[in-house]
């Protein structure tokens, strides 16, 4: 017993030991280029999760596309298709890179690239295990909004570059979506930060560990998702790139390797939005002891994300002005009323309690 | 310096685009994302079927008339045929005429699959539409048994049918009879019924009863606008008034109408396929036709109840082995003119919806 103990309090602290010994190599484990190094670490980390993450999802989108619509998805190459995302890539790779004639072309080829970094960055705060945060900032929550909030320019940008009617009309309706999102977004967090009193996203995932926020903010979770899928441009909001209408918005001109970069932003940001819903909800990295931290944390994030898949497939597009309708005049007054209720909530347990 | 002007957006949708249903072409004005004024342009898929008819006998122009309607080639066939059998003044034997019956609701309800699988499809319900083409992969199997092809079916002749259903055709056209209420509901469950779909078809795109009529609309697309006018009712031609069927009727007028009356006329066909399959007698497929299709100097129209409204064929003859003049009278061809009229002060998305609930095929639009 005290051996298995042992073992998985190793295992669990895994990184945080092998982080030690790497800051052990420096004469002073505090100075300067120790530091310098570790964030270095750091950072191939978190590009090696978005990379990996997007590798894995473009697989399951597929095979989640095949489940639904009762087929079986890719399955032809390697075993049991795992190695469709590899040809896809490959594919992509040898394709040519066309720049379209009228384009604005700084703006045209940024765009993707920029909407590339933005996982990397919101990625960057996120608590993976106990101490295991790569950048531990105390304004987590604002940083994370404000940083997944720049996807909208970056749309707008590959709209407007692109010198495309179809673009254009995809990336400014990137701009009105995204934008009235982020408010119920946000205000669908501040539950949880009046609770904790922090917004730092150590803090809170610390204070879950005897019960999930999702219990006490269940209407914040609602709203957080509908307004996440929706600040993803997931199904059913996916009107940014709804092929049917606008063929494929923003994306409609790239080629090869630049649409690529689009998609792995997509899915890098969908997987940063369910690692922040499993951090702010449903207890991040906390759960029974039998197993590390660091994987029950993914384990959470990989429901968040078939859910979002599974939805993607089953419901149709909304319209643009339900799509308003239910940001301004359903989700909002929710979110505020979901505040209100949070505050009557603190102030009563503090009376009971006598604080 | 400030440079400020607002224009209109003229955005040429399609023949290449995801949502325009085969060639389709309009050129869509929009003020931001609502539509101003819609311009369809046809013509893309023209293939002078017409002209082609003249230069060919009365046989040899049955294939041609698979590709009009190509979702629905068995009725085309049967429109053209009966067509000529009227002009020849052939009867031919009951058993071809129950066959024909069947073949023709088989493709009636493949048909409206199509129209519900690509309506949900327009709006993203991926899954919907991989649902109604299963079922539909059902019916195209059963025509493979019987005529070798699965979408230009060829399976009438001018005097009856080009071939006998094999054996294991009836089991498999019955248990797909058992399985279609289940099919339905589940097209209801995954897209209807969903909360998205409703908001996005409900009031949307009215075509009221009064411009339904002076637009000459017919098919699937009048009934929903409240007029009870079918064919097959009204003008019953092959064996339909041997039939105990209904005609469902609609009076919502909007999109979300025009698209689930296809499914109460499924449950109406299904009807129709049951009764046919219990009556159906023993006996030749071919009628006593010459060799050498010849029919007598004369003109004749004649029209039936195609999936998607009323298909006419108005053929001239002159004596001789080919038609003098051959005129078709498509049914999308015709229902596509309230587009640019129901379409205009909605959203593009919603025109992208209209148009699905439409069915038009372009095949038979450009013919």
């Known amino acids: 017993m005290e051996t298995l103990n042992y073992l998985l309090e190793t295992l669990n602290n895994l990184f945080l030991i092998i982080a030690d010994a790497i800051r052990g190599l420096f004469a002073d484990p505090q100075s300067v280029w120790a530091n310098l190094t570790m964030n270095v670490i750091n950072f191939i980390i978190v590009v090696i999760i978005v990379v990996l993450a997007a590798l894995i999802l473009i697989l399951l989108e597929r095979k989640v596309a095949g489940w639904t619509s009762q087929r079986p998805g890719p399955n032809r190459l390697g075993p049991r298709g795992w190695f469709q995302t590899i040809a896809d890539a490959l594919k992509l790779m040898g394709k040519e890179d066309v720049t379209p004639a009228g384009a604005d072309k700084l703006i045209f080829k940024i765009a993707p690239m920029i909407i590339f970094c933005l996982p990397m960055m919101t990625l960057a705060v996120i608590p993976y295990g106990k101490d295991m945060a790569p950048i531990n900032i105390d304004l987590g929550i604002l940083y994370f909004v404000a940083i997944s909030s720049i996807s909208t320019l970056c749309f707008l940008m590959a709209g407007w570059g692109s010198n495309n009617k179809y673009s254009l009309l995809g990336g400014m309706r990137a701009v009105a979506q995204m934008i009235s999102y982020e408010i119920p977004l946000l205000f669908s967090l501040l539950g949880v930060v009046m609770i904790t009193q922090s917004f730092n996203l150590g803090v809170i995932v610390e204070a879950q560990g005897t019960i999930p926020f999702i219990v006490l903010q269940p209407l914040a979770f609602v709203i957080f998702m509908i307004a996440g899928l929706a600040e993803l441009n997931r199904a059913p909001f996916d009107l940014v790139e709804a092929d049917q209408e606008v063929v494929a918005g923003p994306f409609t001109e790239y080629t090869g390797l630049r649409w690529g970069l689009f998609f792995l932003g997509e899915y890098g940001n969908m997987t940063a939005m369910s690692a922040l819903a499993a951090t702010v909800f449903l207890g991040g990295w906390q759960g029974p002891a039998f197993l590390p931290g660091y994987v029950w944390f993914f384990m959470k994030v990989g429901v968040m994300i078939f859910m979002m898949m599974w939805v993607r497939w089953t419901f149709p597009r909304i319209r643009i002005d339900h799509l308003m309708h239910l940001a301004w005049k359903v989700l909002l007054p929710l979110s505020i009323v979901n505040i209100l209720l949070t505050g009557l909530g603190i102030y009563i347990y503090r009376f009971v309690m006598g604080g | ?367």
């Not at chain 2, 396929?273 to 009628?287: E, L, N, S, T, Y």
Request: hydrophobic share 40%; with cysteine; glycine share 8%.
């Open chain 2, 1 to 367: 310096m400030s440079i400020e002007k607002t224009e209109e957006l003229i955005l040429n949708m399609g023949p290449q685009h995801p949502s325009m249903h085969g060639l389709f072409r309009m050129v869509v004005h929009l003020a931001g994302e609502t539509v101003t004024n819609i311009e369809p342009k046809i013509g893309y898929l023209h293939r002078g079927m017409e002209k082609l008819a003249e230069s060919r006998t009365y046989s040899q122009f049955i294939p041609y008339t698979d590709r009009l309607d190509y979702l629905a080639s068995p009725h085309n066939n049967w429109a053209y045929v009966q067509t000529v059998e009227k002009l020849m003044g052939v009867e031919i034997p009951e058993r071809a005429e129950y066959l024909r019956v069947i073949f023709g609701e088989l493709a009636r309800i493949a048909s409206h699959q199509v129209c519900i699988a690509s309506t949900a499809l327009d709006m993203a319900g991926w899954s919907a539409w991989s649902y109604a083409f299963r079922d539909r992969e059902r019916i195209c199997d059963m025509y493979e048994m019987t005529a070798g092809s699965r979408l230009t079916v060829n399976i009438m002749r001018i005097g009856g049918m080009s071939a006998e259903p094999p054996e294991e055709f009836w089991p498999a056209l019955q248990s797909f009879l058992d399985d279609t209420p289940e099919m339905l509901e589940e097209y209801y469950g995954i897209f209807f019924g969903n909360e998205i779909a409703m908001g996005r078809l409900k009031n949307v795109g009215i075509l009221t009863k009064e411009m339904a009529e002076n637009l000459s609309i017919t098919g699937p697309v009048l009934r929903a606008s409240g007029v009870d006018y079918d064919v097959r009712k009204a003008e019953p031609y092959s064996i339909y008034d041997r039939f105990d069927f209904d005609v469902p009727v609609r009076t919502g007028c909007d999109s979300y109408d025009r698209t689930i009356i296809r499914m109460d006329e499924i449950v109406e066909s299904i009807k129709i396929i049951k009764q046919a399959v219990r009556d159906i007698p023993g006996g030749p497929i071919m009628a006593k036709v010459p060799k050498v299709i010849k029919p007598p100097v004369g003109e004749v129209y004649h029209r039936v109840e195609n999936p998607k409204g009323e298909l006419g064929f108005y053929i001239v003859s002159d004596g001789t082995t080919k038609p003098t003049r051959l005129r078709i009278r498509p049914a999308t061809f015709i229902n596509l003119q309230m587009l640019p009229i129901v379409a205009k002060g909605w959203k593009i998305q919603d025109v992208v919806a209209i148009f699905a609930t439409l069915d038009a095929v372009l095949g038979e639009v450009d013919k």
